[in-house]
């Protein structure tokens, strides 16, 4: 049986608990949920959490305008999930692959795109040897990163607001979450390090303006990024990539990223 909560507060200790016995697959609510309770804003949200037997079996959330993201659960509870929510506007889904297709046949939807996506987890770590250095990212260059976070965004058709954007990316910053690369004294890619949950990090997002790629700036902030992670913040430290970008997959496996799980983002016909 699903139960629901607009109030994060209200998300069941179990809950948590159960996102916790697998903080690697269930990284994005893990992370997402934590960024609520540090401030983010989460107007519109809902979270759900499905019983069997007495115990919390499975778990789902939603922050608009982002999609519906469900955590690794049995196939039972997506199709359940599906019928909970018939009557709310769904237009997109994130998840483990298998179980994002359960609830795409479930809900009788009609993709409109898919992008297959896959979770990497970070083995031994190779630092590329590539011209420059790393810093932490400070207040001055927010109006940088802002537009960069918007490129980015643009690039894999995500859209924000940009005065969410500015307080997002400031709050980041003031975490000591985003790592650039300097070339030549200029900035010239970055990437962000999610605080840990469970023992686990995410990167992302990585991004580099196209008029300095192709040089081993992207690998090498996030080789950078990721040490900082597991020196100080986590056991594990794990990324997403697009399936579609052979490129960007190749580069994280040359600096020690191993496949761990496969997983979708669709966005369903109107």
Same mark, same amino acid.
Request: aromatic fraction near 8%; hydrophobic fraction near 45%; charge should be negative.
């Given at each position: 049986?699903w139960? %629901?909560t607009?109030d994060? /507060?209200? %998300?069941?200790?179990?809950a948590?608990?159960f996102?916790?016995?697998d @903080?690697?697959? #269930?990284? +994005?609510?893990?992370? +997402?949920m $934590?960024?609520?309770?540090?401030?983010? @804003? *989460?107007?519109g949200?809902?979270?759900?959490w499905? #019983?069997m037997d007495g115990?919390?079996?499975?778990a789902? %959330?939603r922050t608009?305008p982002a999609?519906?993201?469900l955590?690794v659960?049995?196939?039972?509870?997506v199709?359940?999930?599906a019928?909970?929510?018939?009557?709310?506007e769904i237009?997109e889904?994130?998840?483990? =692959?298998e179980l994002?297709s359960? %609830?795409?046949?479930a809900r009788? /939807?009609?993709?409109?795109?898919?992008?297959?996506?896959? !979770?990497?987890?970070l083995g031994?770590?190779t630092?590329?040897d590539v011209p420059?250095?790393a810093r932490? $990212?400070?207040p001055?260059? !927010?109006?940088l990163?802002v537009?960069w976070?918007?490129?980015?965004?643009?690039e894999i &058709?995500? &859209?924000?607001?940009r005065?969410?954007?500015t307080?997002? +990316?400031?709050r =980041?910053?003031? $975490?000591?979450?985003i790592?650039?690369?300097?070339?030549?004294?200029?900035?010239?890619s970055?990437a962000?390090? &999610?605080p840990?949950?469970?023992g686990?990090?995410r990167i992302?997002p990585?991004?580099?303006?196209?008029s300095c790629r192709?040089?081993?700036y992207? /690998?090498a902030?996030?080789?950078h990024?990721?040490?900082a992670? !597991?020196?100080?913040? $986590?056991?594990?430290v794990v990324?997403?990539?697009d399936?579609? #970008?052979?490129t *960007?997959n190749?580069?994280?496996? &040359?600096i020690g990223?191993?496949p761990?799980?496969?997983?979708a983002h669709?966005?369903y016909?109107p």
């Amino acid at each position: 049986m699903w139960s %629901f909560t607009a109030d994060l /507060a209200a %998300f069941p200790d179990a809950a948590t608990a159960f996102l916790l016995d697998d @903080p690697l697959l #269930n990284t +994005v609510p893990l992370t +997402v949920m $934590a960024g609520i309770r540090a401030g983010m @804003p *989460s107007e519109g949200a809902y979270y759900g959490w499905w #019983n069997m037997d007495g115990q919390v079996r499975g778990a789902a %959330f939603r922050t608009p305008p982002a999609p519906l993201g469900l955590a690794v659960m049995p196939a039972e509870a997506v199709a359940e999930l599906a019928g909970a929510l018939a009557d709310r506007e769904i237009p997109e889904v994130m998840g483990p =692959r298998e179980l994002v297709s359960v %609830f795409t046949r479930a809900r009788g /939807a009609e993709l409109a795109h898919t992008v297959e996506e896959r !979770l990497y987890r970070l083995g031994r770590l190779t630092l590329p040897d590539v011209p420059g250095q790393a810093r932490r $990212a400070v207040p001055g260059d !927010l109006p940088l990163l802002v537009s960069w976070y918007h490129a980015f965004g643009e690039e894999i &058709s995500i &859209s924000a607001d940009r005065g969410d954007m500015t307080e997002r +990316v400031l709050r =980041r910053i003031a $975490a000591g979450d985003i790592f650039l690369w300097v070339s030549d004294g200029a900035p010239v890619s970055f990437a962000a390090l &999610s605080p840990a949950q469970g023992g686990v990090s995410r990167i992302g997002p990585v991004y580099t303006p196209p008029s300095c790629r192709r040089r081993g700036y992207g /690998a090498a902030v996030t080789a950078h990024a990721s040490r900082a992670g !597991l020196d100080e913040r $986590a056991k594990e430290v794990v990324l997403f990539t697009d399936l579609g #970008n052979p490129t *960007s997959n190749a580069i994280y496996q &040359s600096i020690g990223y191993e496949p761990h799980a496969d997983y979708a983002h669709v966005t369903y016909a109107p």
